[in-house]
């Protein structure tokens, strides 16, 4: 299924490079995004089979056509004909990460028990920067069933140097 989600994101996203239109189609994917969760009913308007499908193409002429440019606007319709719309959320998150790789910058999600200074934080995106070899974009989440350490996920790897992870390693030792 999430290769469905990267194949819709890369068309869109061939289309904007084409176009040398990315940051409008960016900008774009944010305000659809950004209005798409604030009313979490409108996708499920556009995938409810109680309505007919020129009422949800018609209505998303209407909500995006004179905000956002026309091939995002035939994206939505293409997501919501194909009976997909639900996995927009999906498609946008795909499209983001190939805007990263285009610009050579990787999203890191940091998990910690308890919140980090901006030092520690400048420390862990160097590192990774490093690792990498792109510069780093992190999201720093609190996980207190972690007890203590780090989890970070960059690239599609995950790293885990959190207690949380020790302990479970120690028990299937000890368990065999």
């Known amino acids: 299924m999430m290769q469905t989600h990267r194949?819709?994101?890369?068309?869109?996203?061939?289309?904007?490079?084409?176009?040398?239109?990315?940051?409008?189609?960016?900008?774009a994917l944010a305000l659809v995004d950004s209005l798409v969760k604030e009313n979490p009913e409108y996708i499920e308007f556009l995938a409810s089979p109680a309505f007919s499908l020129d009422e949800r193409v018609q209505a998303i002429d209407e909500a995006f056509g004179a905000a956002v440019p026309e091939n995002v606007v035939s994206f939505l319709k293409i997501l919501c004909e194909s009976s997909r719309i639900r996995s927009l959320e999906d498609c946008i998150e795909e499209f983001k990460k190939l805007i990263m790789a285009l610009s050579e910058t990787s999203v890191a999600t940091v998990y910690s028990a308890i919140p980090l200074s901006e030092e520690q934080k400048q420390g862990i995106c160097a590192k990774l920067s490093k690792i990498t070899g792109k510069s780093i974009e992190a999201t720093y989440i609190i996980d207190k069933s972690l007890i203590g350490g780090l989890k970070i996920d960059v690239d599609g790897k995950t790293f885990d140097g959190s207690i949380k992870h020790r302990l479970n390693e120690v028990k299937d030792v000890i368990i065999g």
Not at 18 to 24: K, L
């Open 7 to 27: 194949e819709y994101a890369e068309a869109l996203f061939m289309l904007a490079v084409e176009e040398n239109s990315v940051e409008e189609y960016t900008s």
